[in-house]
Protein backbone atom coordinates (compact mmCIF):
# COMPACT_ATOMS: atom_id res chain seq x y z
CA UNK A 1 0.00 0.00 0.00
CA UNK A 2 2.81 2.19 0.34
CA UNK A 3 4.28 2.19 -2.77
CA UNK A 4 0.48 3.51 -3.73
CA UNK A 5 0.90 6.14 -1.20
CA UNK A 6 -1.81 4.64 0.80
CA UNK A 7 -1.86 5.94 4.32
CA UNK A 8 -5.28 5.84 5.67
CA UNK A 9 -7.75 2.80 5.27
CA UNK A 10 -11.36 3.43 6.25
CA UNK A 11 -13.50 0.41 6.68
CA UNK A 12 -16.87 1.09 6.61
CA UNK A 13 -18.32 -2.17 7.82
CA UNK A 14 -20.52 -2.15 11.27
CA UNK A 15 -19.14 -3.29 14.86
CA UNK A 16 -20.48 -6.52 14.64
CA UNK A 17 -18.93 -7.33 10.74
CA UNK A 18 -15.64 -6.06 12.42
CA UNK A 19 -15.91 -7.94 15.22
CA UNK A 20 -16.74 -11.26 13.45
CA UNK A 21 -13.55 -10.43 11.12
CA UNK A 22 -11.29 -9.21 13.78
CA UNK A 23 -8.84 -12.51 13.57
CA UNK A 24 -8.03 -11.98 9.78
CA UNK A 25 -7.20 -8.61 9.70
CA UNK A 26 -3.93 -7.95 8.58
CA UNK A 27 -1.98 -3.90 8.64
CA UNK A 28 0.93 -2.66 6.97
CA UNK A 29 3.09 -0.74 9.05
CA UNK A 30 2.72 3.47 8.40
CA UNK A 31 -0.85 3.01 7.63
CA UNK A 32 -3.98 4.38 9.57
CA UNK A 33 -6.70 2.27 9.84
CA UNK A 34 -10.06 3.94 10.76
CA UNK A 35 -12.95 2.39 11.38
CA UNK A 36 -16.32 4.40 10.19
CA UNK A 37 -19.19 2.62 9.94
CA UNK A 38 -21.51 3.54 7.31
CA UNK A 39 -24.31 1.74 8.88
CA UNK A 40 -24.09 0.59 12.28
CA UNK A 41 -25.89 -2.62 13.39
CA UNK A 42 -29.12 -0.81 14.81
CA UNK A 43 -29.42 0.52 11.31
CA UNK A 44 -27.82 -2.97 9.64
CA UNK A 45 -31.02 -4.46 10.12
CA UNK A 46 -33.63 -1.70 9.42
CA UNK A 47 -32.40 -2.48 5.85
CA UNK A 48 -33.46 -5.23 5.51
CA UNK A 49 -37.18 -3.39 5.81
CA UNK A 50 -36.67 -1.84 2.10
CA UNK A 51 -38.31 -3.45 -0.36
CA UNK A 52 -34.77 -3.69 -3.32
CA UNK A 53 -31.26 -2.95 -3.24
CA UNK A 54 -32.07 0.66 -4.42
CA UNK A 55 -34.18 1.42 -1.34
CA UNK A 56 -31.54 0.31 1.20
CA UNK A 57 -29.24 2.87 -0.91
CA UNK A 58 -31.84 5.79 -0.15
CA UNK A 59 -32.11 4.27 3.55
CA UNK A 60 -28.51 4.95 3.70
CA UNK A 61 -28.34 8.35 2.38
CA UNK A 62 -31.46 9.36 4.15
CA UNK A 63 -30.89 7.73 7.77
CA UNK A 64 -26.87 7.69 7.95
CA UNK A 65 -26.26 11.49 6.77
CA UNK A 66 -23.52 11.68 9.79
CA UNK A 67 -21.96 8.72 8.63
CA UNK A 68 -21.25 9.91 4.85
CA UNK A 69 -20.09 12.96 6.49
CA UNK A 70 -17.46 11.01 8.69
CA UNK A 71 -16.09 9.02 5.98
CA UNK A 72 -15.79 12.29 3.98
CA UNK A 73 -14.51 14.31 6.31
CA UNK A 74 -11.06 11.27 7.12
CA UNK A 75 -10.50 11.49 3.50
CA UNK A 76 -10.94 15.64 3.17
CA UNK A 77 -7.87 15.17 6.51
CA UNK A 78 -6.03 12.08 5.66
CA UNK A 79 -2.62 12.59 4.55
CA UNK A 80 -1.68 10.46 1.08
CA UNK A 81 -4.19 8.09 -0.37
CA UNK A 82 -7.06 6.98 1.35
CA UNK A 83 -8.77 3.13 0.56
CA UNK A 84 -12.06 2.30 1.97
CA UNK A 85 -13.76 -0.80 1.80
CA UNK A 86 -16.82 -2.54 3.25
CA UNK A 87 -17.55 -6.18 3.46
CA UNK A 88 -18.20 -7.00 -0.10
CA UNK A 89 -17.05 -3.73 -1.48
CA UNK A 90 -20.30 -3.43 -3.69
CA UNK A 91 -22.64 -1.86 -1.91
CA UNK A 92 -21.46 0.73 1.11
CA UNK A 93 -18.22 1.03 -1.28
CA UNK A 94 -19.76 1.99 -4.04
CA UNK A 95 -21.57 4.69 -2.42
CA UNK A 96 -18.85 6.25 -1.26
CA UNK A 97 -17.03 5.29 -4.79
CA UNK A 98 -20.23 6.80 -6.88
CA UNK A 99 -20.04 10.14 -4.82
CA UNK A 100 -16.14 10.66 -5.37
CA UNK A 101 -16.54 9.99 -8.86
CA UNK A 102 -18.84 12.75 -9.11
CA UNK A 103 -17.06 15.06 -6.47
CA UNK A 104 -14.37 14.37 -9.27
CA UNK A 105 -16.69 15.33 -11.90
CA UNK A 106 -16.59 12.16 -13.54
CA UNK A 107 -19.35 12.10 -15.87
CA UNK A 108 -22.97 9.56 -14.88
CA UNK A 109 -22.58 7.28 -17.71
CA UNK A 110 -18.32 6.53 -16.17
CA UNK A 111 -20.04 6.26 -13.10
CA UNK A 112 -22.58 3.89 -13.85
CA UNK A 113 -19.86 1.78 -15.77
CA UNK A 114 -17.69 1.67 -12.82
CA UNK A 115 -20.51 0.35 -10.58
CA UNK A 116 -21.46 -2.43 -12.86
CA UNK A 117 -18.03 -3.43 -12.84
CA UNK A 118 -18.50 -5.10 -9.29
CA UNK A 119 -20.28 -7.84 -10.92
CA UNK A 120 -17.37 -8.91 -13.14
CA UNK A 121 -15.11 -8.72 -10.20
CA UNK A 122 -17.22 -10.43 -7.39
CA UNK A 123 -18.71 -13.19 -9.64
CA UNK A 124 -16.90 -16.01 -8.25
CA UNK A 125 -18.32 -14.60 -4.56
CA UNK A 126 -21.49 -13.58 -6.01
CA UNK A 127 -21.43 -18.19 -6.46
CA UNK A 128 -20.30 -19.14 -3.47
CA UNK A 129 -22.62 -16.43 -1.59
CA UNK A 130 -25.55 -18.15 -3.59
CA UNK A 131 -24.56 -21.31 -3.43
CA UNK A 132 -24.28 -21.30 0.61
CA UNK A 133 -28.73 -19.39 0.28
CA UNK A 134 -31.20 -21.22 0.90
CA UNK A 135 -32.91 -22.06 -2.84
CA UNK A 136 -35.89 -19.98 -1.93
CA UNK A 137 -34.20 -16.90 -1.37
CA UNK A 138 -31.58 -17.61 -4.20
CA UNK A 139 -33.37 -14.88 -7.06
CA UNK A 140 -34.01 -11.95 -4.62
CA UNK A 141 -30.63 -12.80 -3.35
CA UNK A 142 -29.69 -12.97 -6.87
CA UNK A 143 -31.19 -9.37 -7.71
CA UNK A 144 -29.55 -7.74 -4.84
CA UNK A 145 -26.21 -8.98 -5.40
CA UNK A 146 -26.48 -7.30 -9.25
CA UNK A 147 -25.04 -4.12 -9.77
CA UNK A 148 -27.20 -2.50 -12.78
CA UNK A 149 -26.35 1.00 -13.83
CA UNK A 150 -29.46 2.48 -13.22
CA UNK A 151 -29.26 2.31 -9.74
CA UNK A 152 -26.30 3.97 -8.76
CA UNK A 153 -27.75 6.80 -11.47
CA UNK A 154 -31.12 6.74 -9.46
CA UNK A 155 -28.87 7.16 -6.46
CA UNK A 156 -27.15 10.20 -8.21
CA UNK A 157 -30.57 11.50 -9.94
CA UNK A 158 -31.71 11.08 -5.48
CA UNK A 159 -29.16 13.24 -4.26
CA UNK A 160 -29.31 15.97 -7.20
CA UNK A 161 -33.22 16.10 -6.75
CA UNK A 162 -33.25 16.30 -2.50
CA UNK A 163 -29.98 17.83 -2.16
CA UNK A 164 -28.82 19.94 -5.00
CA UNK A 165 -26.07 17.12 -5.55
CA UNK A 166 -23.19 15.66 -3.53
CA UNK A 167 -21.76 18.66 -2.13
CA UNK A 168 -25.07 20.04 -0.94
CA UNK A 169 -25.69 16.24 0.90
CA UNK A 170 -22.53 16.31 2.45
CA UNK A 171 -22.88 20.25 3.60
CA UNK A 172 -26.39 19.51 4.64
CA UNK A 173 -24.79 16.51 6.74
CA UNK A 174 -22.77 18.89 8.24
CA UNK A 175 -18.94 19.01 6.68
CA UNK A 176 -18.08 21.81 5.99
CA UNK A 177 -17.43 23.51 2.51
CA UNK A 178 -13.56 23.67 3.08
CA UNK A 179 -13.55 19.64 3.77
CA UNK A 180 -15.35 19.32 0.52
CA UNK A 181 -13.23 21.49 -1.64
CA UNK A 182 -10.23 19.29 0.05
CA UNK A 183 -11.93 16.28 -1.04
CA UNK A 184 -12.48 17.76 -4.25
CA UNK A 185 -9.40 19.13 -5.03
CA UNK A 186 -7.23 15.64 -4.02
CA UNK A 187 -9.78 13.93 -6.49
CA UNK A 188 -8.62 16.10 -9.73
Request: aromatic content about 6%; overall charge negative; some cysteine.
Given at each position: ??????S?V??L????ER????N????A?????????????????????A????????????KD???F?????????????????????K??????????L??AG?P?????LD???T??Q???????W?????P?K??Q??????????????????????WGG??S?????????A????V?????
Open positions: MQAYGVTIDRSPSAADASVSRKGVEYLHRPLVDDANMRRLGETNMFGRYLMMLDQHARNVFDTMATAEGGVLFHCFAGDRTGLIAAMLSLVRDHIAFTEDKLARKYEELAGTDERDMREDLHCPPDRILGVLDYLDSKVPYLEAAGMTPNIDRSAKLT
